[in-house]
């Protein structure tokens, strides 16, 4: 099984960029469907972006999208959310989560935090 393993958060401002790494211990990426989930203080965790292995599709929450990218290496070991554009909203603790159905793999979480 594998297990997703979160880096690159930190304090950024308000307009700048940040690239989150998730990378596969255990396991590879191969045939999951990756994505990351983000937690802002005082609210529920919510869908941020998902990449399907198989074909590579993507999809967006509507909050992120012209912002964020999802992508992956070819060595199906990191799936990549390069984020651009920043807001204070978007300050959270974001997860990886990856799925091999009917398992759910979660990591466990990188602050970023976006000042004004």
């Known amino acids: 099984q594998v297990q997703p393993v979160e880096s690159g958060g930190g304090l950024v401002q308000t307009g700048d960029s940040l690239r989150l790494s998730c990378a596969a211990s255990?396991?590879?990426?191969?045939?999951?469907?990756v994505g990351w989930f983000r937690q802002p203080p005082g609210k529920e965790r919510e869908f941020v972006a998902a990449?399907?292995?198989?074909?590579?599709?993507?999809t967006y929450a509507e909050s992120v999208k012209g912002r964020f990218t999802i992508s992956r290496d070819n060595a199906k070991t990191t799936v990549y959310l390069q984020m651009n554009s920043l807001k204070p909203d978007d300050t959270a603790v974001y997860y990886c989560?990856?799925?091999?159905?009917?398992?759910?793999?979660w990591g466990q979480g990188t602050q970023v935090t976006v000042s004004p």
């Open positions: 989560h990856a799925r091999l159905f009917p398992n759910d793999y």
């Open positions: 255990g396991d590879t990426f191969s045939g999951y469907t």
């Open positions: 990449l399907r292995w198989s074909g590579g599709s993507t």
